[in-house]
Nanobody, 120 residues
C-alpha cells in the first residue's frame, strides 16, 4: 500500500526558509514522479512543483526562483525548499505520487498535507 507522509510545516515569518519533506513508502520510489500542491483557505488546490523519476523539475510561476524541489532516492523522500516566504504562501501543502501498478496501470496517491502559515 502506497503511503505519503509530509512534514516540516508550521508557523514561520516572512522571509524565512523552511523545508518540507514527503516520505513515500509502498512503491518503487526511484520510478515515481512526485508533485507538491497547496491549498489556501477557501481556494482551490494549486500545483506548486514537480520532480520526475529522472530528476527533471518544473515550477509554477508564483514560486519559480523561490522554491526548490529535490529528491533523495536513498531515503524515499522528496523535499520542497521554500525561500523568501510571503504571507500569500500560507496554505496546506500536500505531495502527490504518480506511479504504476504491478500491471502497469497509472495510479495516484496523496499525502495528508502539512500546514504552512506565514506571518508578516
Amino acid at each position: 500500500q502506497v503511503k505519503l507522509v509530509e512534514s516540516g510545516g508550521g508557523l514561520v515569518r516572512s522571509g524565512q526558509s523552511p523545508r518540507l519533506s514527503c516520505v513515500v513508502s509502498g512503491t518503487t520510489f526511484s520510478s515515481t514522479s512526485i508533485a507538491w500542491y497547496r491549498q489556501a483557505p477557501g481556494m482551490q488546490r494549486d500545483w506548486v512543483a514537480s520532480i520526475r523519476s529522472n530528476g527533471s523539475t518544473n515550477y509554477s510561476e508564483p514560486v519559480k526562483g523561490r522554491f526548490t524541489i529535490s529528491r533523495d532516492n536513498a531515503k524515499n523522500t522528496v523535499y520542497l525548499q521554500m525561500n523568501s516566504l510571503k504571507p500569500e504562501d500560507t496554505a496546506v501543502y500536500s505531495c502527490n505520487a504518480l506511479y504504476k501498478s504491478a500491471s502497469g496501470f497509472p495510479l495516484s496517491k496523496w499525502g495528508q498535507g502539512t500546514q504552512v502559515s506565514v506571518s508578516s
